[in-house]
């Protein structure tokens, strides 16, 4: 949000937030102002308090009852700043016996059967160490979604609200495939042919993402293995025996030791139906040409590491793009300017304007706000209906040939796919025909948002997918 313009004040203890060894804090710190307040004495509780009547929004990240401890619970605040937003990430949840346990990933995820859903990845049965934070991820895009949805309420009708999230609802993701997909490693066995990974003749490694039946048969036939699918045992790829599938792979990953993975990957691009990338480490994906052209890594000066290399904002606006606005703030760097504003200004109300009755706050945080949804696979279907769940009508758009391979999908998209259409109206429309083109221009006349996943000039060849003028759509 810093990156987008907010002023976002980061309040520490004294001696600073304990996560400071962290290497990555100036990264996930950046552009905010910091203070030092000490909750454990009175002046730090009462400075606290003031300074939740001067902001739009407060975030916290305490175990539930801690806030309260300090005075600063929800309904405390919510007593005094009525339009106050105040977002509380924690690690299970506000209520249940597990409350109070310490929100650490690792906690969560190994509470929540994350690790346990791993097993199957090693040669060896048992639990499997997740490193990569995903919860905290989801968790912190929940936050955001929920912040921004409730602060677009209270413009509307003069009211703030409690938005709540955790790390163990986020693990449910479909991304992380914890909830009713029987776990990422039942998930790694069955899906080894479109997901497979390979060693090269160079010892390097190329990770496969190939879905659909055509990209799949696709690789085969780009790395020599054209032949096998004249195979009766290997003609239906990927949906094929568990025997069989092991016997292909065998033979995919002998084959592909025969070229160096810059040969494969020219032969794929030249294909272009075929999804693969080398492994790379952090460092190295900095450098990747998608990143390098998209301006997706940026250069910071910190005068305490020198230029530090970093994510750009994660979204880009054309017309209000966001910026880096430097990095983490030393410990108590804003104190002074911060605390000094609360000594100049009378006592605030959190922002201004008068607090509506019940009878004018939307039923939903999105309500009137209509979706078209046009993307395929899992992040922007995954997306809008995220925003589904928040109140916004959304339509989705399949093409007319979106069952036609239906019985021979990847074990991965008929997982997701549940999730990903939960929520919306669905419309089959040939995009293809002139009728078609003319239905969805039509549709998003009348769209308040366009959400699509198509590569670079597909959307010309459609005629242009117009700019939306608002409006609404009959049902």
């Known amino acids: 949000m810093a990156d987008y313009g907010a002023e976002v004040i980061k309040v520490e203890p004294p001696g600073g937030d304990p996560f400071r060894f962290q290497p990555a804090w100036i990264s996930w710190n950046r ?34 009852g801690d806030m309260a401890d300090w005075g600063l619970a929800y309904d405390t ?15 299970f949840g506000q209520k249940g016996p597990l409350r ?40 912190s895009q929940a936050a955001v979604r929920g912040i921004i949805g409730a602060l677009r309420v209270r413009d509307l009708c003069g009211r703030g609200q409690w938005v709540q999230t955790s790390i163990v609802q986020a693990l449910a993701s479909p991304h ?24 090269t003749s160079d010892g390097a490694w190329l990770q496969h993402a190939n879905q659909r039946v055509p990209h799949v048969q696709g690789h085969l036939k780009a790395i020599g293995l054209g032949h096998l699918l004249e195979d009766e045992r290997f003609e239906k790829v990927p949906a094929i025996s568990v025997e069989n599938r092991e016997l292909l792979r065998q033979e995919i990953l002998k084959q592909q030791l025969e070229q160096t993975a810059d040969e494969w990957m020219e032969i794929y691009l030249q294909d272009g139906n075929i999804a693969a990338e080398p492994y790379r480490t952090s460092v190295q994906a900095m450098n990747h040409p998608a990143v390098v052209a998209n301006g997706t890594v940026v250069t910071i000066d910190d005068p305490r590491v020198g230029p530090m290399r970093t994510l750009a904002p994660l979204v880009d606006f054309k017309a209000t793009p966001g910026e880096p606005s430097g990095t983490g703030p030393d410990v108590g760097q804003h104190s002074a300017e911060v605390l000094g504003r609360l000594r100049q200004q009378p006592p605030a109300v959190s922002g201004g304007l008068p607090v509506a009755s019940g009878a004018d706050v939307p039923d939903h945080p999105l309500s ?5 949804d046009l993307a395929t696979i899992q992040a922007g279907p995954y997306g809008a209906s995220l ?53 969805v221009h039509k549709l998003i006349a009348k769209a308040d948002v366009l959400s699509h996943n198509f590569r670079l000039g597909v959307p010309e060849r459609l005629g242009s997918i117009g700019r939306p003028v608002g409006g609404s759509i009959p049902a």
């Open 31 to 64: 552009g905010k102002k910091g203070i030092v307040l000490d909750l454990n004495t009175a002046e730090g509780r009462e400075q606290a308090i003031q300074l939740a009547g001067e902001a739009d929004v407060l975030v916290e990240s305490f175990r539930p």
């Open 77 to 91: 605040l919510a007593q005094l700043y009525p339009r106050l937003v105040y977002c509380s990430i924690t690690g």
């Open 100 to 139: 109070r346990v310490k929100g650490y990933e690792g906690v969560v995820a190994a509470k929540a059967g994350r690790m346990l859903n791993l097993q199957g990845q090693p040669n060896r049965d048992g639990p499997v160490y997740s490193a990569v934070p995903t919860g905290s991820w989801h968790a």
């Open 176 to 199: 992380d495939n914890n909830a009713g997909a029987g776990g990422l490693g039942r998930q790694q066995r069955l899906s080894t042919i479109g997901y497979i990974p390979v060693r």
């Open 368 to 372: 009137g706000i209509t979706i078209l």
């Open 387 to 439: 925003l589904a769940d928040l109140g916004a009508r959304v339509i989705k758009i399949d093409a007319t040939d979106r069952h036609l391979d239906e019985g021979r999908r990847s074990t991965a998209q008929a997982i997701a796919e549940p999730r990903t259409y939960a929520g919306k109206e669905g419309v089959q429309v040939d995009l293809q025909t002139p009728e078609g083109k003319e239905i």
